[in-house]
């Protein structure tokens, strides 16, 4: 097991999904049980099912001197930016480092993947990609991380980490261990997935995604909704920042076991989970809340369930918000890490949305509707394709401070 | 000044005219070599797995096999680092091409094959890895900030990692925009120590603000660093082949990295 590590401050983070732009808008849908999810109307070709859509990313167009970076990942990621103060916060942030001295870390799964099926079905007669869309660095997948570096003036570490729907909880790792060797003094971590062809095509394809709202471990649930979302965190060293909420830990692990469905047993998910317990130095009875991966998936389900239930006490809460933003792949770590932050300022334990009839592998830890309670430490599970598994522990900072 | 220094337990290199490491020290001497036949053997990979893996799950796997051997780690022990500046670009362009024609007939198998942690995901199955595995890229960056998170991942949890960068080449009209017209790939087995196996240090050092300088190996063709973005590896693997030394990569777009390399006495 891992040492435990020194935790650091969140001072700032921002989330935009289907709940609306900016933390206010999705405390008030949390407390109010209010889903974003929508019957799709995005899709290119009709796909019957909801999704978990932002609006406003259509009228959010990039600043003139972003121009090249124009697609909807970026839009939304400069929507995501604009809200909760955080350009300011990372504006201090760099006139307290330095542009060189915070590294940038960003999750996403297809990053502007969406232009480049854009340019694919308006091909020139020779068959080449439109003159608008020939924009190299669009058709990258580090174009997310590409943008937000010039739109934040960042000149650190920067890296696309992409690991399917871990991606955006594997970023917190990767900013703690370069800012504990001093490769870093803080960084900017988050991640952005808008909605696409690719993704709703391609989990239909799979048949993994459901025609109505998403029900996550409710026994008749059917398949995922979709989403997208935007989400941003400032980390730094505690003495920055001593009233502001904390990382404790986090865990990665592999599965070893199937490209698209999870280890039956949940091996790789229990060695996150445990592996961020012993970083964060935690019991699992300390643990207050636990946003869960909770996809609605049959598997991914049934697996998570029978892990919380074999290692969580029953005054440990647990639930999975994909039913309020739908699932945001590449963007779900952040948009819950977000969320489990939420939490424990407000201490509130939002209900697990969508399930109305509990699959039997629950047990008590499940929140099935809100518990207004004290949340002072808090973790959030993400998993992804591949096997790919990661956990992030969060508790409140210092009273007082 | 900021840095962090790791040791080299194992190397891999695989492009259309290097089967292995072994092919590039003889081609920095002069020396003429075979260039491998076909596909990338990818030998780790059981025989089902090796028919239905996409191309860059193949490239990948032959050099992390390669790297692995020379350490003599066990590669379910090895945290592994899996970085690439495209995917898989074959299957992007399959799902755009479908997708602006018959969206509803996209194949689920090159679907979940799309996903840039794929290389990882096969391997971590087919070594049985339970350890952390990632997936990044960095643009034209991506073995230089693939290195330097290995390296942090090596020295910040006491343990061995293993980098992987390898791009395929470019298809169908992606191929304008990403410029990749052949593949390349390179592992490196990195030790927060020295272990038996050891081959030299490397210490890294970043270099804010300075990418210029950026260093050509003077042996290495041109023709091979300009054909993927996964051949930055090559200045490293020319000091690794050729004995200590200096090169300076880039660790993101606007950050260079000075490595020096001291080879094992």
């Known amino acids: 097991m891992p040492e435990p590590i020194v935790p650091l401050a969140v001072s700032a983070f921002t989330a935009s999904s289907a709940l609306g ?8 849908a949390l407390e109010q049980a209010r889903s974003g999810l929508r019957a799709n109307d995005f899709s290119s070709a009709p796909l019957a099912c909801w999704i978990g859509r932002v609006d406003g990313v259509e009228q959010a167009a990039l600043p003139p001197a972003f121009a090249r970076w124009e697609c909807r990942n970026n839009r939304l990621a400069w929507l995501g930016l604009n809200q909760d103060g955080f350009l ?3 504006a201090a942030a760099r006139t307290r480092y330095g542009k060189a001295r915070i590294a940038l870390l960003l999750g996403t799964s297809t990053a502007s993947i969406g232009a480049t099926e854009e340019a694919y079905r308006r091909l020139d007669p020779d068959g080449g990609l439109p003159d608008d869309m020939l924009r190299p660095p669009i058709h990258a997948p580090h174009s997310l991380a590409g943008f937000v570096a010039e739109a934040l003036a960042l000149e650190g570490p920067c890296l ?17 261990r370069l800012i504990r060797l001093g490769l870093a003094d803080a960084a900017v971590v988050g991640g952005v997935d808008t909605l696409c062809d690719s993704v709703l095509f391609g989990f239909n394809a799979l048949e993994l995604v459901s025609r109505t709202p998403c029900r996550p471990f409710d026994r008749a649930r059917d398949g995922i909704s979709i989403g997208e979302a935007a989400g941003f965190a400032l980390l730094e060293r505690i003495d920055a920042a001593p009233a502001a909420p904390r990382l404790l830990g986090y865990g990665e692990a592999s599965d070893a076991h ?14 996150a989970l445990r592996d961020a317990l012993a970083r964060a130095a935690l019991e699992p009875a300390q643990v207050d809340y636990i946003n869960l991966h909770g996809t609605a998936s049959q598997k991914n389900d049934e697996v998570e369930a029978a892990l919380i239930a074999r290692v969580f006490p029953p005054s440990t809460r647990a639930s999975s918000t994909k039913g309020f933003t739908g699932h945001t792949l590449g963007a779900a770590g952040i948009v819950e890490a977000a969320i489990a932050l939420l939490a424990l300022e407000h201490d509130l334990v939002p209900g697990n949305l969508g399930g109305t009839d509990p699959d039997p592998a629950c047990g008590p830890q499940f929140a099935w509707r809100n518990e207004a309670r004290p949340v002072r430490v808090a973790l959030s599970n993400s998993f992804g394709f591949g096997g790919n598994n990661a956990c992030l522990a969060f508790a409140r900072g210092e009273a007082g401070a | 000044m900021s840095g962090v220094s790791v040791h080299v337990a194992g190397v891999g290199v695989w492009s259309p005219a290097l089967a292995d490491f072994a092919a590039l020290r003889a081609a920095l001497r002069g020396e003429a070599t075979t260039p491998p036949a076909g596909r990338p053997p990818a030998a780790v990979l059981p025989a089902g797995e090796r028919r239905r893996a996409p191309e860059s799950v193949l490239l990948a796997a032959e050099v992390a096999g390669q790297a692995v051997a020379m350490s003599g780690f066990d590669a379910a022990t090895l945290a592994c680092v899996f970085a ?3 995917g898989d670009q074959a299957i992007t362009d399959y799902m755009c091409a479908t997708l602006a024609t018959v969206p509803a007939e996209l194949s689920p198998t090159r679907f979940h094959n799309s996903v840039h942690n794929a290389p990882a995901g096969y391997w971590t199955i087919a070594t049985g890895c339970h350890a952390p595995s990632n997936a990044v890229c960095a643009q034209r960056a991506s073995f230089g900030a693939g ?3 290995a390296a942090a991942l090596a020295v910040a949890d006491g343990r061995a990692v293993l980098l992987v960068c390898a791009d395929i080449a470019g298809s169908g009209p992606l191929a304008e925009v990403t410029g990749c017209t052949a593949p390349f790939a390179s592992a490196l087995v990195l030790t927060p120590e020295a272990a038996g196996s050891t081959l030299g240090r490397l210490d890294l050092h970043l270099c804010p603000g300075s990418i210029a300088g950026a260093s050509a190996a003077a042996a290495v063709p041109p023709a091979w660093l300009e054909a993927s973005p996964s051949a930055a590896a090559l200045p490293l693997l020319a000091l690794l082949a050729q004995g200590t030394g200096r090169c300076r990569l880039m660790a993101a777009a606007s950050l260079g990295m000075d490595v020096h390399w001291e080879e094992r006495a």
Request: with cysteine; glycine share 6%.
């Open chain 1, 21 to 28: 732009h900016g933390l206010a808008a999705h405390s008030a």
């Open chain 1, 88 to 90: 300011d916060a990372v």
């Open chain 1, 160 to 176: 696309t980490v992409s690991t399917a729907c871990s991606s955006s909880a594997k970023v917190f790792a990767s900013a703690e």
């Open chain 1, 258 to 271: 199937h490209m698209s469905t999870p280890h039956p047993q949940g091996l790789g998910a229990e060695l």
């Open chain 2, 84 to 86: 690439s500046s495209h």
């Open chain 2, 147 to 149: 290195l330097l998170e």
